[in-house]
């Protein structure tokens, strides 16, 4: 439907809610905006919009096979390796720890004062009999590297023969 709106000198205008070639294009905009807010939660709203929630935090994590041994490196800026623990339940190698960071500053007359709390976890299945006298850790720098000898090595995959009847 169209407006239409007679100006003074005897011109015609659309109104708000004339014809656009645009009309149905943002209509199915905001319904797809509206179903990916419904379906991811905070991941479809914007920075700014995630930080009026809970904002979670995980370290970044890199795991590669290097001379037949498993490195772990977990990037874990503004933890101290006190405040880390490392444990080996089963063959479940887990990674955890609390970040607490305070950060205050003074400038242009005024005062800023940052901080950030939060837990962490991170969790990697080891290969059947992992020794836990051979897991070496190091922190240095902020990252942590967790070294598990012998288990990076990669095994073939075996073939299994199917059997069943001759058709």
């Known amino acids: 439907m169209a407006v239409i709106v007679q100006e003074a000198k005897g011109k015609e205008a659309q109104g708000a809610m004339g014809l656009s070639p645009f009309r149905g294009f943002w209509d199915m905009q905001s319904q797809t905006n509206r179903m990916f807010e419904e379906m991811l939660g905070n991941l479809g709203r914007s920075p700014a919009r995630q930080l009026e ?45 609390e970040r607490k960071t305070e950060q205050e500053e003074e400038r242009g007359g005024y005062y800023i004062r940052e901080r950030r709390y939060g837990s962490f976890s991170r969790s990697f299945s080891l290969p059947q009999g992992t020794d836990e006298s051979k897991i070496r850790a190091r922190f240095e720098n902020g990252v942590l590297e967790v070294t598990v000898e012998g288990a990076g090595a990669i095994e073939e995959p075996k073939r299994i023969q199917i059997e069943g009847s001759g058709s």
């Open 53 to 97: 929630g809970v904002t979670e935090w995980a370290p970044a994590v890199d795991a590669t096979a290097q001379d037949g041994n498993l490195v772990i490196r977990a990037e874990l800026p503004g933890v101290k390796p006190e405040d880390v623990d490392i444990s080996l339940h089963g063959n479940v190698l887990t990674i955890s720890g």
